[in-house]
């Protein structure tokens, strides 16, 4: 068994700091975050050539890198099926906004990306999505002391230019946190979004 160093968690990697003796203009101490990522060049290559399924069993279970964005946010995948996602996330100091929760930003992230990844399950190879809408709503703050929560993303409907998702945020009791549905614009063909000509 690998030992993880002090100050790091052991699911994400993500290790925080703060300075002993060192305060800033209002006399707390900062702290720091370092993490690591990988190349993301072989998961795109991934998708050109595996389903959507096999991509995110494949990231889920290490075989294809994690996107950055998912390490900078300590976001991890912890079922894939086809249709269904689901991604877990423990809110940290450092997802919080001015008022003292998580940012919505990081909780619409989260769900963003269980709704994309629940349709992304049902395409084939080569065919990619981008969200054309998301509509989000937030029911209770979280915070550190919510603990761990789950987003669950659905792919309710995948046709041939637009597929529909629901994602619903919980904590591990399963109260819920929020809830997102979205509209994907699906991009056959290298699933790459087409450039304007304009």
Do not use: K
């Not at 669950?152 to 994602?167: D, H, K």
């Amino acid at each position: 068994m690998e030992r993880v160093p002090p100050g790091v968690d052991s699911a994400s990697g993500i290790r925080s700091v703060s300075n002993p003796g060192e305060v800033d203009d209002v006399g707390v101490a900062p702290r720091s975050r370092v993490y690591t990522w990988a190349d993301p060049q072989p998961a795109a290559q991934a998708v050109r050539q595996l389903s959507g399924l096999e991509v995110l069993q494949g990231t889920s279970g290490g075989a294809v890198p994690r996107p950055p964005a998912l390490e900078t946010l300590g976001i991890a995948p912890v079922e894939v099926e086809s249709g269904r996602v689901v991604f877990e996330m423990t809110p940290e100091e450092w997802h919080y906004n001015l008022l003292g929760s998580v940012h919505g930003g990081i909780l619409a992230t989260l769900a963003d990306t269980a709704l994309g990844c629940a349709v992304h399950t049902r395409l084939p190879a080569g065919t990619g999505y981008t969200t054309q809408g998301i509509n989000m709503n937030f029911l209770r703050p979280v915070t550190m002391e919510t603990g761990p929560i789950r987003c669950e993303g659905i792919a309710l409907n995948v046709g041939r230019r637009t597929a529909y998702a629901t994602a619903s945020i919980t904590d591990l009791t399963g109260r819920l946190l929020g809830h997102a549905t979205t509209t994907c614009l699906l991009l056959p063909g290298g699933g790459h979004q087409p450039t304007s000509t304009v």
